[in-house]
């Protein structure tokens, strides 16, 4: 298990204060470094990870960024479900710890199997949703949330968002509370808001 917190604090920190090692027992692979003009991905097939970095200052392009100069901007987490080249994330399930409302705390986890349904009502209504327009081009339906998770009793904004994966997040009829509500998450992507 970790802590939703955990990968949130990595965010705006550069390559070299990411701490990777925290999520194996065994010595931390090298990262598979995709270099473009606005990004920079280091990703962990083998433990279901990518890290897009982005340029700290404007103006300078992020693949021609010495380490020092790139900010962590997004983190995905994969399941392994539909792309079978990345391994599931090792540290499931995702504690997410949200902001008491009403003085009543509200700890939610969630796990390898955790659906559209049970991410729904256990994060509220999403604030955003598409994609899963097409059969089998672009991505599947996703849910977006912009929630306030505990940080040492403060409040730390965060934004979620999870495609999810298999045929019902697919078609006309995705919505459907039978069809992507069922399916299972694919991956995981998490920045500020």
Avoid at 77 to 89: E, G, H, L, M, N
Avoid at 135 to 155: M, T, V
Wanted: proline share 7%; charged share 25%.
């Amino acid at each position: 298990m970790i802590r939703l917190i955990t990968l949130v604090e990595w965010l705006d920190c550069n390559p070299s204060q990411v701490a990777i090692q925290a999520l194996t027992d065994s010595e931390p692979p090298r990262p598979e470094v995709k270099a473009y003009s606005d990004v920079v991905y280091h990703n962990y097939r083998s433990l279901g990870l990518s890290l897009q970095y982005e340029p700290s200052s404007s103006g300078k392009a992020a693949s021609k960024c010495d380490v020092h100069d790139l900010r962590l901007a997004a983190i995905d987490v994969y399941s392994a479900r539909d792309d079978k080249s990345w391994t599931c994330f090792p540290r499931l399930p995702i504690q997410v710890d949200l902001l008491p409302q009403d003085e009543v705390e509200k700890p939610t986890s969630i796990t390898l199997d955790s659906t559209g349904k049970d991410l729904v009502s256990s994060l509220g209504e999403p604030h955003r949703k598409g994609g899963g327009a097409n059969d089998r081009a672009g991505p599947a339906a996703w849910l977006e949330w912009s929630l306030d998770i505990q940080s040492n009793g403060k409040a730390t904004p965060v934004k979620i968002q999870v495609e999810l994966a298999g045929t019902g997040a697919r078609g006309a009829d995705r919505w459907n509370a039978e069809r992507a509500g069922s399916c299972p998450w694919s991956v995981i992507n998490i920045s500020r808001q």
